[in-house]
């Protein structure tokens, strides 16, 4: 009864991760800010959450395929690799989980990295941006250390003295 019980607690909580990411990503892409050369997506904030919850990964990753989905023109590729890369950024925060309390900070690195790696070249290749990689990188990367550096973080210590009486 009790792993029934975890099985519907954990499914929902990875099912609410990811409607809350479609519904900022989708806020985001009506003042134009979620996708192309400068991107701010605010959802990608919530790539901290796994720290918390495991079954944050696959809420974040269905979430963030569902956005790509949606997204007016995007193409597979951006789909694909746009997912993965915020697969990639929510398995490395698990990982990092147990970093001392004053360098949580860390965990959001992952997110950061994977997206200024992986994004430039689809938006390259994808799209025809005429950009150089490294151009695309930096403007990924701003919007990435905003949205998950400092967003991310502001979440994780809001969230932390909560989330222990929840999870009692």
């Given at each position: ?32 800010m ?20 495991p ?5 974040l ?55 200024m ?14 950009d150089?990689y ?35």
């Amino acid at each position: 009864m009790k792993n029934t019980k975890n099985l519907t607690l954990y499914t929902t909580r990875g099912a609410l991760i990811a409607a809350l990411y479609v519904a900022l990503t989708s806020l985001a892409t009506a003042v134009g800010m979620s996708s192309g050369v400068i991107q701010f997506r605010i959802s990608e904030a919530l790539c901290i959450l796994p720290i918390f919850f495991p079954e944050a990964i696959p809420g974040l990753f269905v979430g963030c395929f569902i956005s790509n989905l949606m997204v007016p023109g995007a193409v597979i590729w951006d789909i694909i690799f746009g997912s993965l890369a915020t697969l990639i950024g929510a398995v490395g925060a698990r990982l990092l989980m147990s970093v001392p309390e004053k360098y949580k900070w860390v965990a959001t690195l992952p997110t950061i990295v994977a997206n200024m790696v992986i994004i430039p070249p689809v938006l390259i290749l994808a799209y025809g941006a005429p950009d150089s990689y490294w151009f695309l990188m930096l403007t990924v990367g701003i919007g990435e250390i905003v949205c998950v550096g400092v967003l991310g973080s502001g979440m994780y210590y809001v969230l932390r003295k909560y989330v222990k009486r929840w999870l009692k």
